[in-house]
Structure formats: C-alpha cells, structure tokens
C-alpha cells in the first residue's frame, strides 16, 4: 500500500478528483496549500509599495491506495493535473505501513 | 453666530442706521436693556422679522449633517481598516469611533463656541460655551442676505465637519500608535489647531448687514483673520484636508516607522472594504460639499455637481496614470483617485465651473498618484495609509487652484460683491493665487508647529507607540482585545 502526494494547481482539483474516481480510487484528502518552487512569484504593486509575493496558493492531495492500481492512480493525475506551463506541481510517493477505518476497525486494503 | 447683531445693536453701528427702519430702532432700544446672554437670541428675532428659517434649507441642512457622519462612520472607517492588515482593523474602527465621539463632546462644550462665535481674529469667544443661550429659535446666518438656518443645525453641521477632521489624521501612524496617546492628542490638537483655523478661515458675521463699502468693511474686520484676507475654501481644503494631513505627517515622524517597515509586506487586507469606504465618502461628500453653502439653493447645486464631476475625473486621472506608468489599474488607485478628487474639490465646490471641477480632478488625481509615490519617498516617513500624499497633495492642490478656477473668465462664479449684490467685476487669478497660498502656508505652519509640540510632550508623559511584542501581534488583541476575523 502506498501513499501519494500531490501538489497541484488549485483549479485543477475537480479533474484530478474524477480521474482518480476513475481508476478507482475510493477517497481523497484535499488541503489548501502555499509553496515555493520553480513557478517563483509575482508582484503585487499598492499605491507606491512593492511586494514580491514569494508562495504561491496550491492544492495537496493525499490518497492511500492498494499497490495493483498505484500506477494507473499515478498517471491519472499526472494527465488530468497537467497544463504543460510551469507550476504544474508534483507527485510523491511513500509507503504505507498500516491502514485502520476507525468506525470498523477494519485493517489493511479493506480499510480503504 | 449672534454676537455680532447684539454688538452691532448694542453698539449703535453705523451699518445698521443707514437702513435703519422703525423695527430695527426698537430692537436697538430693547438690545441695550437686555442682559448680553439674552440680548443675543432677543436681537435675532425681533431685529429682522423676517429672518426666520426656510423649512426646506432646514431640513436639507439636517440630512447634510447627517450624511457627513456617514462619511467618517463607517465611510473613513471602512476606507482605512481596509488598508491595515487584518490585525489592525478594529484598532482603526475604534479609533474612528472614539474620536468621532470624543470630539462631538468637545464641540458642544467648548468647540463651536471658540470657533464660530465673534473674539479675536484667531479664535472665537465664549458666548456659546455649553451651547448657552441657544435656543430652538437661534440663528445662524448663511452667505445669502435675509436668510438663516435654526443654529442648532449649523452647530451640528460644523460639528461633523471637526469630527472627521479629526479622525483623518489617525491614519498617519496606523497600526503602531497607543489607544491613550490617540485621545489625548486629538484633544490638544482640535483645541490648538482645528478650532483657530475653523475661526480664521470661516467665521465672519454673517451679510445681512452688508449695504456699504464702509459697513462691509466693519463686518469684515470682525472676521477670522484668513477670511479677512481673501481665502475661498468651500467647504474645508484648509480647514480639514491641509489641517488634518500635516498633523498626520507630523505624527507619523515622531512616532516613527511601523515594526519591520519597508522589510515585511504591509499590504492592505481587504480592498474591498477600501472601495465600499471610497464610494460611501463620495456619497456622504454631497452633503459634506453641497451643505457647506447652508442653504438649498443654486449655489448647493453647482458644489454638488462639482463634486460629482471632480471626483469622476480624479478616478479616471490616478487610474490611466497608473496604467501607463505601472503598468496595470488597480482598485485601490481608483478608490484613491476618488478620495483625491473629493479632497481637491473640497475648497473649490461652491466657486468653479464645472468644466474647472473637471480639471481639478483630473490634476489632482496625477497629483495624488506621485503623492504617494514619489513624493512620499522623499519625505521618507511612514505615513501609513497616506494622508499627506492623499488630503496634503489633494488639499494643497484644490486650495490653490480654487483660485485659478473661481475666475470668471474660466467659468468660475468670481468673488461675491455683498454691496453691490452681484460678483465682483474684477478677479485676479494671480492675486488670488497668492491669497490661497497665504492659507495653506498658514496652515502647515499653524497646525504643523502644534501638532508637533503634541506629540512630542504626549511622548514625554505617557508615550505614542504600543510595545513592539503588540504591535506585531496587532492591535486589536493587543489595545483592544478582540479580533475582526475568525482565524
């Protein structure tokens, strides 16, 4: 079981959501991130004062899923996320040691 | 607003017994019998029975009141909150708030009368302390002959005007300045500053008794000393703007730069509430402008078309101004530029045309634009959310062009001639020029020099700035425990 983390644009939530629906994927943690990267970024100009606005708004996702369809979850997001511009954002994955549903207590993949 | 009939009475002027009437010798009569207190309100109504006031200016007069409040609440309010970051708004809302208040109080014990009752040529008397011998049947007069609005009105109508006069300057040293220092300073300020040059730029006696060069002359001389010499200001470019944004800049030097200035980011928080604040000063602006000609009549109008047409074009002014020179319109220019144009416009509003309001917006939105930009880094301090480069500039370039605008011959309304009952003849723009900038000096000098003295012995006694762990966490935990947003 493996874990993957995903930084992506935030208008691009909705598409990621379903291609992951697609493949199967059973449920997905969303955050509202900021971050700093490649992307750099803009300048906001107020009356005479500059500011470099350094992070940018980004969205993580971070979905649990079985081994069999990591790869398939992989490249969902990786199409439906992409605009092919920088600040596309990326994709992390680690490994999962234990699962539990807490209403359940159902362990390993059932728990998914 | 009285005394001047009772002296006049009292004393046997010469004015009056050149059109002296059988009416008028009786009320002399009974003015000299009379105590001074009662002779006042006395005179006014048995001198001219038909000085009563016109129900419509009465009513026009109140709703003008009323929506120079809005103006400061929660119009400046909203305007400024806006520009402070999230954790200072409510330190400016209460601000506005408290001094609004504190002022009103000050006006109806000893304000109004200092400003707009007969003394010296600098500052007013103590006939109205308290706001005694004021009854529901006092009189103000206005700047047309025979006609008076009820003196409870006018008194109120002043009394906003001091309130957000006051209320301008806490934007200088938003976000660092302590609740205490605020109050106490505001309070040597409006007495030092605010009442001497309210009384020297607009109390005068009133026209009714104008019929003469030499009765002119003796009416004039009771006058404030800036009003003696010349100076047009509408509806306050000196009094309020100018006033107002050196006692700001001034304060802003002495308090010192905000923690971690020109390092952090110090955007404003929300420009929405920027332009809501905008839109409800221009709103509020009508009766601001417009009521400062005390009555419902044409000269209203025009102010009131000028401060429509001015301040449209100062937005358009500061906005394609700063699309061409930074590149993008943003929001918080256009709601400046409008701030800009209100402000210029502001002394002009009763004497230009309104193609001349058009050109005083448009300048004075440019004008405004390098206010806070280039000029303000010459001046190097941090005046917060800029009310020098805004009321300063803005006030400076509405008092000056006021006199450039008012000719005749640019399609001004020129200067009115109460002895001959029509607009004077004759108007020099260069003269004028020089009579306008006699005021602006002598109020950046006036209200600087006090404001100055203010500040620095408030530092001595209790101090001007929050500790330095406060005013990062903000003010509104800090000063006043309570937060504007949910976190």
């Known amino acids: 079981m493996k874990l993957i983390t995903a930084i992506i644009k935030p208008f691009k939530l909705d598409e990621v959501r379903e291609a992951l629906s697609e493949v199967g994927v059973s449920g997905i943690t969303v955050t509202e991130v900021k971050g700093f990267g490649r992307q750099k970024g803009h300048t906001e100009l107020y009356r005479g004062a500059e500011y470099v606005v350094d992070f940018l708004p980004k969205v993580k996702i971070e979905a649990a899923v079985e081994d069999g369809i990591l790869e398939r979850a992989i490249e969902a997001i990786e199409k439906s996320a992409r605009t092919g511009k920088i600040g596309d954002g990326k994709i992390f994955v680690s490994p999962v040691e234990h699962v539990i549903r807490i209403r359940t207590g159902e362990t390993g993949a059932s728990a998914l | ?487």
């Not at chain 2, 009323?66 to 609440?73: C, G, H, I, P, Q």
């Not at chain 2, 049947?137 to 002043?158: H, L, N, R």
């Open chain 2, 1 to 487: 607003m009285l005394t001047w009939m009772k002296k006049l009475l009292a004393s046997g002027a010469v004015a009056l017994a050149i059109g002296a009437t059988g009416v008028m010798a009786t009320t002399a009569a009974f003015a000299q019998e009379a105590k001074p207190a009662v002779a006042a309100a006395a005179a006014a109504v048995a001198a001219a029975p038909a000085l009563v006031p016109n129900k419509a200016d009465t009513a026009w007069m109140m709703v003008c009141t009323a929506l120079v409040l809005l103006m400061t609440l929660p119009g400046l309010a909203l305007f400024y909150g806006g520009l402070t970051r999230s954790k200072n708004i409510l330190s400016i809302c209460m601000q506005c708030f408290m001094v609004f208040s504190l002022i009103t109080v000050l006006w109806a014990i000893y304000g109004y009368s200092f400003a707009f009752t007969e003394g010296g040529a600098f500052i007013g008397g103590l006939d109205r302390l308290f706001l005694g011998g004021m009854t529901p049947d006092s009189v103000a007069a206005t700047f047309s002959k025979g006609v008076v609005i009820p003196e409870y009105v006018f008194m109120a109508f002043q009394a906003v005007f001091a309130t957000i006069t006051c209320c301008l300057i806490i934007g200088s040293f938003a976000e660092r300045a302590k609740f205490s220092a605020i109050l106490v300073f505001m309070i040597i300020w409006f007495t030092f500053s605010y009442l001497p040059i309210a009384h020297m730029v607009w109390f005068w006696p009133g026209p009714d008794d104008i019929k003469d060069a030499a009765s002119l002359e003796a009416i004039t001389a009771r006058a404030g000393w800036l009003w003696q010499k010349g100076v047009l200001d509408f509806a306050g470019g000196t009094v309020v703007h100018i006033n107002a944004a050196i006692a700001g800049l001034v304060g802003s030097y002495v308090i010192g730069k905000r923690v971690g200035y020109g390092k952090e980011a110090m955007k404003p928080h929300n420009l929405v509430y920027v332009m809501s604040g905008a839109a409800l000063l221009w709103f509020g602006w009508f009766g601001f402008n417009a009521g400062s000609a005390l009555e419902a009549n044409g000269s209203a109008a025009l102010a009131f078309v000028n401060t429509y047409l001015a301040t449209a074009a100062a937005v358009l002014g500061w906005s394609v101004a700063e699309w061409v020179l930074k590149g993008k319109p943003s929001m918080l220019g256009a709601a400046s530029g409008c701030v800009a144009g209100l402000v210029a416009i502001t002394p002009a509003a009763g004497f230009v045309g309104p193609m001349g309001a058009l050109i005083i917006g448009v300048i004075a939105g440019v004008a405004c634009l390098w206010g806070v930009t280039g000029l303000k880094k010459i001046l190097g301090s941090d005046d917060s959310l800029d009310v020098f480069g805004v009321h300063g500039v803005g006030g400076i370039t509405g008092a000056l062009l006021t006199g450039v605008f008012a000719d005749p011959a640019l399609g001004g309304t020129g200067i009115w001639d109460y002895v001959a009952n029509a607009a004077a003849a004759d108007y020099s723009i260069a003269s004028q020029l020089w009579i306008q900038a006699q005021g602006v000096l002598t109020t950046l000098i006036w209200s600087g020099v006090v404001s100055f003295i203010a500040f620095k012995l408030i530092d001595m006694v209790i101090g001007l700035r929050v500790k330095e762990d406060e005013e990062r966490e903000g003010l509104d935990i800090s000063s006043h425990g309570e937060a504007a947003y949910e976190s």
